[in-house]
C-alpha cells in the first residue's frame, strides 16, 4: 500500500491525528491506486470556510473538502488531488455524535479519498455505494459504521 502523501498543517489547533495515521487511513481507502500523490492539509475554520464559499458557494466551514487533480492528458503523473480537513469541525462533530475523535478522523480521511476517486453522494444510490465502502473500510480498522444513528 505504497502512496505519497504530502501533509501540511496550517493550524495548530489541538486535537490533530499523527502523519502515520493519516497515512495509514489514505492508504487503506487508495490501496487499489498504489503509487498514487495526494495532499491532506488540516487547516482552522477560516480557511475552511473561505474555501467552502470559493469552491461549492457554502459559506461556513466544514469537515472536509476534495479537490481532484485536474491534470491534462499529456502530464502522466500520479497526483490524485488534495483534501483540507478542518480540524475543528471534525473534532466538534465527533463530540456532538458521540464518536470516538480517532474514529471521526478516519471516517473523514476516508470519505474524502473516495471523493478523490471519483465517488459521490449526491445521488441516493451513489450514496449507498460510497457509505456501503466506507463500512467496509472503517470496519477493518474496527470502526463502527459512522452512519448508524446514536442514542443521545
Known sequence: MT???DIQRATDAPGQPD????????ALALRNKPGQELTIRLVDAAESQTLN??????DYPTNVLSFPAD??????????????ICV???NREAAEQGKPATAHWAHMVIHGCLHLLGHDHIEDDEAEEMEALERQLLAELGIADPYLATDE
Do not use: Q, T
Open 71 to 84: 491534470l491534462p492528458p499529456e502530464l502522466d503523473i500520479p497526483l490524485l488531488g488534495d483534501l483540507v
Open 88 to 90: 475543528p469541525v471534525v
Open 3 to 5: 502512496i505519497e502523501v
Open 19 to 26: 502523519d502515520d495515521s493519516l497515512i495509514r487511513w489514505a
Open 53 to 58: 464559499r470559493e469552491y461549492r458557494h457554502k
